[in-house]
């Protein structure tokens, strides 16, 4: 019988996830962010207006509800902003790591051996502007993991072969 063995770990020894140089999200992926929320302040902005005129009782604050329009669209994209700069993400040799957050930085690294699965997406305005996002899953959950956007279709073309052979090996 083996003797069984249980020794602590120094914590200070062990490699340090936050000194890897990460990799910003293509820049035009902006862009993208931008078009898509247009699209959908103009549809809200319809609703809004169409509300206003035909309810009686929203006619007399318009100008309110049109400066808390333009007001809470700026801070939206003051906000989307924030979150494009924090985003990055870097591909090393055991593992995928992915930054995200605006108010709280979130750091997901998984490691190869628990990726099950990996998919490529292309959205209409993403792919005018030839990008792609990268989903990487992992076991025990219906969505992604981690959501890589705003990569170059190559690249994550690229990324999802390194990736679907790290699973291959692990089979």
Same mark, same amino acid.
Do not use: W
């Given at each position: 019988m083996e003797n069984f063995t249980n020794n602590k770990i120094d914590t200070a020894q062990l490699p340090r996830f936050e000194a890897v140089e990460l990799t910003k999200l293509h820049r035009f992926y902006w862009k993208v962010v931008l078009i898509n929320t247009l699209i959908v302040m103009i549809i809200v902005g319809i609703v809004l207006g169409v509300a206003s005129y035909n309810l009686e009782e929203w006619i007399d *604050?318009?100008?309110e509800i049109s400066t808390g *329009?333009?007001?809470?669209?700026?801070l939206l994209v003051f906000f989307?902003?924030?979150?494009f700069?924090?985003?990055?993400?870097?591909?090393?040799?055991?593992?995928?790591? *992915?930054?995200?957050g605006v108010i709280a930085?979130?750091?997901?690294?998984?490691? *190869?051996?628990?990726?099950?699965?990996?998919?490529?997406?292309?959205?209409f305005v993403s792919r005018m502007f030839g990008l792609a996002k990268v989903e990487i899953f992992t076991a025990g959950g219906g969505s992604s993991d981690i959501e890589i956007p705003g990569i170059e279709k190559a690249e994550a073309e690229n990324i999802k072969q390194l990736l679907m052979g790290k699973i291959q090996k692990n089979l």
């Open positions: *604050y318009q100008m *329009y333009v007001a809470f669209t700026a989307l902003r924030l979150g700069r924090k985003k990055a993400f870097a591909f090393r040799e055991h593992d995928v790591i *992915y930054r995200r930085t979130n750091t997901i690294v998984i490691p *190869y051996n628990r990726v099950q699965h990996v998919s490529l997406h292309e959205g």
